[in-house]
C-alpha cells in the first residue's frame, strides 16, 4: 500500500479546514497533516494539533497566553512562519484556504516550492493570477481547484485535449436574495445576509453569496485557472446548487458535474487527485425528484456581479481594485457600519477612482491593494 500524502493545511480554523479535516478523519490512511496554520484562534489550532498529531503549527502573532501543544510540536509565527509552513520541504501537497488576499503569498510561497496546491482560496488568483500562474510553470507547481464550481470544471475537463474546451459555465444559487423584488434590498438587514439557503460557509463568503460578489470572484478566478478569455465564462443561476459548473466543448457538447451542496466532495477530489474513494456524505439521490433549473442572472439586483465582470474584462489592476474595495465593505457591513448596498457602492467608486494598470511586481499589487483598501475605508467614513 502507498504511503499517506503528507500535507499542511493553511486556515485550519475556518469552514474550509473543518471541512478538510472531516476528509482527513475518513482517510486516515491516505493523508497525512504535517502542518497547519490559523489566524486567531489558537486554542481550536491547539485542539486539531492534537487530534492529528501534527509537527508543525503556525499562527498569525504570538500566542498572548500559555498554549500548550504536544511535546516535539514547532510553533512558527507570522508571515514567515506561513510561508515557511507552506513550502516545508516534506509536504506534497498544500491545501491554501486563508480568507482573503492574504491566501497571496503563501499560494506564491507554495508555488515556489513547486508543491501541488489545493487552492480553496479564490483571492490569490484574482489579486495575482498572472504572476501566480506564471510563477506555476516556472517552478512546476500544480494548482488543483477545490473552489467547488472550478474543481467541477477541473473534473470535467479531465481526459479531454486542451484546444477542445469553448467555454465554462459556473452555477450560482442566487444566494438568499435572489427572488426578492429589487426595490426590498435597500431593506436588507445583515442577519438575513448571513442566511444562505444551502452553503454552511464562513461569514466572509456568504455575505459575498448574497451581493453574488463571490460569482464575480469565481469568475476571474476560471479566467486563470482554464486560461479563457473573459467572454468564454458565463454564471447560470441553479438555485438546488446540485450542478457545479458545466463545461462547453468546441463541438457543443456539454459536461456538467452533480453533487450535493457541501464542501467535502470538492476538497476530497483535489486533495485525492487522481485517486477516488468514498466520500464523507451520502451522494445524491436520484430516487427523489431533484430541480436541474437554470437562468440568467439579474445584474440589475446583483451589481457587484456586474462589476467584476467589467473587471475581468479590463484586465489589469481591475480585478485587484474590485476584491480589495470587496473586501474592505464587506467587514464594514459585517460590524453594521454599511448597508448591504453600500457594499456595490463602495466598489464602484473605488474601481472608478483608481485608474487601471498592467499587474505589476508582488510589491507593487501589495502596495495598490494598500491603496485601495485606504481609499475604501475613507470612503466608507464618508457614507457613515
Ligand atoms: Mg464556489
Not at 470535467?156 to 427572488?179: E, M
Request: some cysteine.
Amino acid at each position: 500500500m502507498s504511503q499517506p500524502k503528507k500535507f499542511v493545511l493553511l486556515g485550519a480554523t475556518g469552514s474550509i479546514g473543518e471541512n478538510t479535516l472531516r476528509v482527513l478523519r475518513k482517510h486516515p490512511d491516505k493523508l497525512k497533516l504535517i502542518g497547519i496554520s490559523a489566524k486567531k484562534q489558537v486554542n481550536k489550532l491547539a485542539e486539531i494539533a492534537h487530534e492529528f498529531s501534527v509537527p508543525f503549527v503556525c499562527l498569525e502573532s504570538p500566542p498572548s497566553s500559555e498554549i500548550s501543544f504536544a511535546k516535539g510540536t514547532e510553533l512558527l509565527v507570522g508571515q514567515e512562519g506561513i510561508e515557511a509552513l507552506a513550502s516545508l520541504s516534506e509536504a506534497e501537497v498544500v491545501v491554501v484556504a486563508v480568507v482573503g488576499a492574504a491566501g497571496l503569498l503563501p499560494t506564491l510561497a507554495a508555488v515556489k516550492a513547486g508543491k501541488k496546491i489545493v487552492l480553496a482560496n479564490k483571492e490569490a488568483l484574482v489579486v495575482g493570477g498572472e504572476l501566480v500562474t506564471e510563477a506555476a510553470t516556472r517552478y512546476g507547481a500544480t494548482i488543483i481547484p477545490a473552489d467547488s464550481e472550478h474543481n467541477a470544471v477541473f473534473q470535467c475537463i479531465q481526459g479531454q485535449s486542451g484546444n477542445s474546451l469553448d467555454s465554462i459555465v459556473l452555477t450560482a444559487s442566487g444566494g438568499p436574495f435572489r427572488d426578492l423584488p429589487i426595490e426590498d434590498f435597500k431593506k436588507v438587514t445583515l442577519e438575513q445576509a448571513l442566511n444562505h439557503p444551502n452553503w454552511s460557509m464562513g461569514k466572509k463568503i456568504t455575505i459575498d453569496s448574497a451581493t453574488m460578489a463571490n460569482k464575480g470572484l469565481e469568475l476571474i478566478e476560471a479566467r486563470w485557472l482554464f486560461d479563457l478569455p473573459p467572454e468564454k465564462l458565463e454564471v447560470a443561476i441553479h438555485p438546488p446548487s446540485l450542478v457545479h459548473a458545466i463545461v462547453r466543448f468546441v463541438d457543443g457538447c456539454c459536461l456538467a458535474q452533480l453533487s450535493p451542496p457541501s464542501m467535502t466532495f470538492a476538497l476530497q477530489n483535489a486533495l485525492l487527485y487522481p485517486q477516488r474513494a468514498p466520500g464523507v456524505e451520502p451522494s445524491l439521490d436520484f430516487s427523489q425528484p431533484l430541480d436541474l433549473s437554470f437562468s440568467p442572472p439579474c445584474y440589475e439586483k446583483f451589481p457587484c456581479l456586474r462589476f467584476a465582470k467589467d473587471a475581468l474584462e479590463q484586465g489589469g489592476t481591475a480585478p485587484l481594485v474590485f476584491n480589495a474595495a470587496n473586501e474592505i465593505a464587506v467587514e464594514a457591513f459585517l460590524r453594521n457600519r454599511i448597508g448591504f448596498l453600500q457594499i456595490s457602492d463602495i466598489i464602484g467608486h473605488s474601481l472608478n477612482t483608481s485608474s487601471n494598470k498592467p499587474t505589476g511586481s508582488i510589491a507593487e499589487l501589495l502596495d495598490l491593494d494598500g491603496q485601495v483598501r485606504q481609499l475604501a475605508t475613507s470612503r466608507i467614513e464618508q457614507l457613515a
